[in-house]
């Protein structure tokens, strides 16, 4: 079974700063995009960072500057480097893999199951 398991949230004050991680664990053989997505309550969820497997990132405007996504291929990790957060950047926030691809031979679509992200004033 493949999963995806977020950590690093936290409580952090305004300003500061909070690096996430996401590992994709079981049979794995190739993983296609990855992503970061946030949801505050009575909100959809809003997608802040996208990853390709080459490396190259793309960002939702409000987090453009602040916010840098890696990826280390060899670990199946994902990170959200997050600087100079806003109270508004309060969320959970959520890994997800567009494509797992798995030594069955299955094509898989994979959440995690969420981290929270507080930033008080």
């Known amino acids: 079974q493949v999963q995806l398991r977020e950590s690093g949230g936290g409580l952090v004050q305004a300003g500061g700063s909070l690096r996430l991680s996401c590992v994709a664990s079981?049979?794995?053989?190739?993983?296609?995009?990855m992503s970061w997505y946030r949801q505050t309550p009575g909100r959809p969820r809003e997608t802040v960072a996208v990853?390709?497997?080459?490396?190259?990132?793309s960002y939702v405007e409000t987090v453009k500057g602040r916010f840098t996504m890696s990826r280390d291929n060899a670990k199946n990790t994902v990170y959200l480097q997050m600087n100079n957060l806003k109270r508004e950047d309060t969320a959970v926030y959520y890994c997800?893999?567009?494509?797992?691809?798995?030594?069955?031979?299955?094509?898989?679509?994979?959440w995690g199951q969420g981290t929270q992200v507080t930033v008080s004033s």
């Open positions: 997800h893999a567009d494509r797992i691809q798995t030594i069955r031979g299955e094509s898989v679509d994979v």
């Open positions: 079981g049979d794995i053989t190739s993983i296609n995009a």
């Open positions: 990853i390709t497997p080459s490396g190259s990132s």
